[in-house]
């Protein structure tokens, strides 16, 4: 588990998935909101066995699952004759936000689009492309035969969109969380507080001893003037 006691699932995307960026992207999004849904909060670990955009980082740039309380891996449902994992994009946009870009798209001409290729899409949207924005010209065109299948995939064929959603249900049924990862977190994370405070309560003694000393030096001030301002009022008196 995190610092925060959720849990930390690592995310494998292994060789062979899409390079193109905004299907990265898009697994990224479907892959938290649909383990979300399923076990409340966590913490991600994405990794990407070939390179990927943020937020996917390469696997062999770390001691990888070290750290982790579970891993994943979406091989299932990333590959060229797999469901595809994008296919639940649609389930991350938010309605309210997805029409107002729907009608800026419309109003700068990229919609309605009534045949879609690889060229069409590069041509709508220049890089880099979002997947809200790929997903409504998805939705938006006529044809789209002429797409990736990996990027024709945001649009969410009903039945892909089913057969990844029991490929969650069973992957999360199956998961088994590490306790030992989290208890070492947890352990190092009380320990560096312990020291923290520690640190704290002796900047604030000495705080406290500064400021004592620093009372006594201006009421040793205080005295003085006092008694130079009785010997002048003495002086004043006597002349």
């Known amino acids: 588990m995190s610092a ?11 060789a062979g998935a899409s390079r ?13 909101r649909e383990l979300e849904r399923r076990l409340g909060a966590v913490t991600l670990d994405l990794r990407a066995v070939e390179p990927a955009p943020e937020p ?7 001691d990888w699952p070290a750290g982790v309380d579970a891993t994943i891996d979406v091989g299932p449902v990333v590959g060229v004759e797999a469901p595809r994992l994008a296919a639940l994009l649609g389930r991350t946009i938010d309605p309210g936000a997805a029409d107002v870009r729907r009608r800026m798209l419309t109003h700068l001409g990229v919609l309605p689009v009534e045949r879609l290729d690889d060229a ?23 044809d789209t035969s002429g797409l990736d299948p990996a990027v ?6 009903p039945d892909e969109m089913a057969a990844v959603d ?9 998961l ?21 405070l520690a640190a704290a309560h002796d900047a604030a003694a000495r705080s406290e001893r500064l400021a004592v000393d620093r009372i006594d030096e201006l009421q040793q001030e205080c005295e ?5 301002l009785a010997r002048a009022q003495l002086d004043e008196r006597s002349s």
């Open 4 to 14: 925060d006691g959720t849990p930390r699932i690592g995310v494998l995307r292994p």
């Open 20 to 32: 193109n960026p905004v299907v990265a992207l898009a697994e990224a999004r479907v892959v938290r």
């Open 56 to 62: 996917w980082r390469p696997v062999a740039h770390a």
């Open 120 to 142: 069409a899409l590069a041509s709508l949207l220049p890089e880099p492309q979002r997947p809200t924005d790929v997903w409504l010209v998805i939705a938006g065109a006529g």
């Open 152 to 157: 024709r995939a945001l649009g969410g064929d």
């Open 166 to 174: 029991a490929w969650f249900e069973s992957a999360v049924d199956g």
């Open 176 to 196: 088994v969380i590490d306790t030992g990862p989290a208890i070492e977190r947890l352990t190092a994370r009380v320990d560096a507080l312990t020291i923290e």
């Open 224 to 228: 003085v003037l006092r008694e130079r």
